[in-house]
């Protein structure tokens, strides 16, 4: 019999499966803190539950951490980390250090729907949604764990795609029951799906980052499919009737491509649509991936680029690019492991 999981239970559902089990209340707290804080790997590690619930926990329940598979390791300190699914598939978690931090950038879902022409991962197709647990255990099972300071949503897939799964991510990071932690330590990536990004920003403190790339509607279109559906002017629509101005923050992800939105017309028009938003704009590389015809900007457009908009009233920085050299962009070394687990069938 296949026994579920426990890692990725809220504690409400943790409160459930105690009570249908018949056991005392309190053992729903004791389990929070065995599988969140104290990250166990096991049930019969769970010394302070009595021995008998321990037996009736393990009929038809498992911790269920999984290691990663496999890990690449950058020359400049970034580890790429391979997850197996549950379903067999491949999810791609990656980890970075820094002086004052160290970030883990975590995965929603196998392949995305979304489509867009930049991203390996969206040449995956979509496979699978990931399960709460799924999200978590990348959190949980990776070497460095107890180092980790922030989470980034900016993974594969798309967070607001799986908006359930990664909502109740959430709740087990920020609430006491769980890691406790700060919303003011997590990120959550989106292209925009405004159902999801409403419900997220209802029902969260964490910060929010939206994939932009283009002010322009026909640009970003070539580049997003999601513009069609989700238009940016819609979306900055919704954004501004939230307040930005105090810890919670909202940012701008702009990959800037040679030639397609980097010009000064670009940048223009970039101060006028953000304009009155608190925000950053953070600008990245390109890193190039298989049969996709973009080059990234110059260095020195990217300095250009981020002066005018700083100068005018928009902060921007250029991100460092990590991992370059291990292909740390999210689903190049699942897409790699996906054909071999295919040409051997």
């Not at 498992?62 to 598939?89: C, M, N, W």
């Not at 040449?123 to 099972?141: D, P, R, V």
Request: hydrophobic residues 40%.
């Amino acid at each position: 019999m296949n026994k579920t999981a426990l890692v990725g239970k809220t504690y409400e559902e943790l409160k459930t499966i105690v009570s249908e089990l018949g056991m005392p209340a309190f053992t729903a707290k004791q389990l929070g803190e065995w599988i969140y804080k104290k990250r166990t790997f096991t049930i019969a590690e769970m010394t302070n539950i009595s021995a008998k619930n321990r037996e009736l926990l393990q009929e038809q329940y498992e911790v269920g951490r999984t290691l990663p598979v496999q890990a690449q390791a950058s020359t400049d300190g970034t580890i790429k980390y391979l997850f197996k699914t549950e379903g067999g598939h491949f999810i791609e978690a990656v980890y970075i250090p820094e002086e004052d931090r160290a970030t883990l950038c975590v995965s929603s879902q196998v392949g995305c729907k979304m489509g867009c022409v930049f991203c390996m991962t969206g040449k995956q197709g979509f496979i699978a949604q990931l399960t709460t647990g799924e999200i978590m255990n990348q959190i949980m099972s990776i070497p460095e764990a107890e180092k980790l300071t922030n989470i980034v949503f900016m993974g594969m897939g798309e967070p607001f795609d799986n908006t359930l799964a990664m909502l109740r991510s959430l709740d087990i990071l920020t609430a006491d029951y769980g890691y406790a932690w700060s919303p003011r330590r997590i990120t959550v990536s989106s292209i925009g799906l405004i159902p999801g990004m409403k419900v997220f920003l209802e029902k969260t403190n964490c910060h929010l980052a939206i994939s932009l790339h283009s002010p322009f509607t026909q640009d970003r279109l070539l580049l997003m499919p999601i513009e069609k559906t989700y238009p940016i002017s819609k979306v900055l629509e919704e954004l501004r009737k939230y307040d930005f101005s105090k810890q919670r923050r909202v940012s701008f992800e702009y990959i800037l491509f040679d030639g397609i939105n980097d010009t000064m017309r670009h940048a223009v028009e970039l101060v006028k649509i953000l304009k009155g938003i608190d925000c950053r704009v953070n600008l990245i590389r390109f890193h190039a991936i298989p049969g996709v015809d973009l080059k990234s900007s110059s260095p020195e457009k990217m300095t250009f680029f981020r002066d005018y908009l700083t100068s005018n009233g928009v902060t921007s920085t250029i991100r460092r690019s990590r991992g370059e050299d291990i292909f740390a962009a999210c689903g190049m070394l699942s897409t790699l492991e996906k054909e071999k687990s295919e040409s051997k069938n």
